[in-house]
């Protein structure tokens, strides 16, 4: 069966080179003439943990191939899209790329198809786009959400903990949910503005997670309580769960903040109030910014404080940085005078496009810890929590302070070398 993929970014990569590992004859397709060559030459342009291997072994096997819009000439009885739905200005979904992918198969073929959207879209979007492009056609709609995290997205897509499908008419969700049958999974099968309102209550749902382990860490730290054990004791109650309950400086990424904005926004115009997302919201946009409220307190004026930031992704095991915390906090500590200091294992030529020469970049950790004064620990990456702390020691000027925004660290280490040690809620320690 032959299927096409629009949109060869995070979602959309995995999603074509995944489909053409289960035997999919599969095109991928990008508007970006970047993207696309680089997958003709064999090359992943993301960081994707696991991905590259299996685009190697897909194009070996002869089952994918890449095209530009305009180089396409079959696109076969399946069409995902997978292109971005980027923030508008208020909070609203910019749909114009789902729009123009739409358009585009419409332009291609007559049907009979399937044209399976996959971007994230507001609920009700599906409805609508039918009746404006697909009404009287013979080309089929199904919402099929992702839930695939990124750095852990090759895994995600093989053991998901289940998949959503969103449909009209039978044929096409069967032929869709047969996609997936070498896949042990449960599926939800839905109508299609059920299914796009799944992903929005699932991300909303743990970014409210998120939000409250923050706040509560926060109180941990004005009254003398542990979070590590708060979330231990949590996380044993089944009804509860042990997920998403690591406090820390805030979510990121390209997903949460994006999809509760979107949410709130759509509640809004529809004459309601979403009051637990919108107080997720502002505790997440408070949280990012505790490591500049810790040292602004300890040196009150920050102006040449010369300050390591470690980890500039949103998470570790990505080189995504959008909407990361990084970004904030390192614009809150130039406004201050801060003299800045940034290392990350995937993430710097990304942030050195947004802040140039206004900081400085270093090729290891302990690079950017030299001769600096504070250490802000953004990003948990494995590199950090492992390493040589006292040689960090040594290369620090006092008062020597690491704020692990992740509580990641070994506090007990970090103390006892002599580190002046803030994590998020670890009060008493
Ligand atoms: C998220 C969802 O987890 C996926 O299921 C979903 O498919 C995806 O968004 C999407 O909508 O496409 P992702 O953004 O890749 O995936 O990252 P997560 O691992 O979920 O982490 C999101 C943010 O929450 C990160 O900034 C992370 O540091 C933060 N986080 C996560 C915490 O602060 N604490 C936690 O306990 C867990």
């Not at 695939?148 to 969103?166: K, N, S």
């Not at 400085?360 to 950090?384: C, D, H, M, Q």
């Amino acid at each position: 069966m032959h299927i096409s993929v629009i949109g060869l970014g995070y979602v959309g990569s995995v999603t074509a080179i995944a489909l053409a590992k289960a035997g999919y004859d599969i095109t991928g397709i990008d508007i970006d003439e970047n993207i696309v060559s680089s997958f003709k030459k064999g090359n992943l342009p993301i960081y994707e943990p696991g991905l590259e291997k299996l685009l190697d072994e897909a194009i070996k096997e002869q089952k994918i191939r890449f095209a530009t819009l305009e180089e396409v000439d079959e696109i076969g009885e399946i069409v995902f899209i997978c292109v971005g739905t980027p923030s508008l200005q208020n909070g609203s979904v910019d749909l114009s790329y789902i729009r123009k992918s739409i358009k585009w198969v419409l332009e291609r073929t007559s049907g009979p198809a399937t044209i399976v959207v996959k971007s994230t879209v507001p609920p009700g979007t599906g409805k609508k786009l039918i009746r404006q492009y697909l009404s009287n056609t013979r080309l089929s709609y199904i919402s099929n959400p992702e839930f695939l995290r990124e750095g852990m997205a090759v895994e995600d897509w093989l053991h998901p903990d289940r998949i959503v499908i969103g449909g009209e008419d039978k044929e096409s969700i069967e032929r869709i949910k047969s996609l997936y049958s070498s896949i042990d999974a449960p599926v939800v099968i839905t109508d299609i503005t059920t299914a796009e309102m799944i992903k929005y209550a699932a991300n909303s749902a743990l970014a409210i997670k998120i939000s409250f382990i923050n706040e509560i860490a926060n109180l941990c730290d004005i009254l003398g309580a542990d979070i590590d054990d708060v979330a231990r004791g949590l996380s044993l109650d089944p009804r509860i769960g042990s997920g998403f309950l690591r406090a820390g400086l805030g979510y990121g990424g390209s997903c949460f903040p994006k999809d509760v904005r979107a949410l709130d926004f759509l509640a809004n115009s529809n004459g309601y109030s979403l009051e637990l997302i919108r107080s997720a919201i502002i505790a997440n946009n408070r949280q990012k910014f505790i490591p500049v409220k810790t040292l602004k307190r300890r040196f009150y004026d920050l102006w040449n404080v010369p300050v390591s930031i470690l980890g500039l992704t949103f998470k570790p095991n990505t080189d995504d940085i959008r909407e990361a915390p990084s970004i904030d906090i390192m614009n809150a500590l130039l406004e201050e005078g801060a003299d800045i200091t940034a290392y990350d294992p995937k993430g710097i030529e990304k942030i050195r496009r947004i802040f140039g020469e206004r900081i400085r970049y270093a090729k290891s950790p302990i690079e950017a810890i030299n001769g600096t004064k504070a250490i802000v620990l953004v990003t948990e990456w494995e590199e950090f929590v492992r390493l040589d702390w006292q040689e960090a020691f040594k290369r620090m000027q006092e008062p020597k302070i690491v704020i692990d925004g992740r509580n990641a660290l070994d506090y007990k280490l970090l103390k006892s070398i002599g580190f002046e040690y803030y994590g998020i809620g670890r009060g008493r320690r």
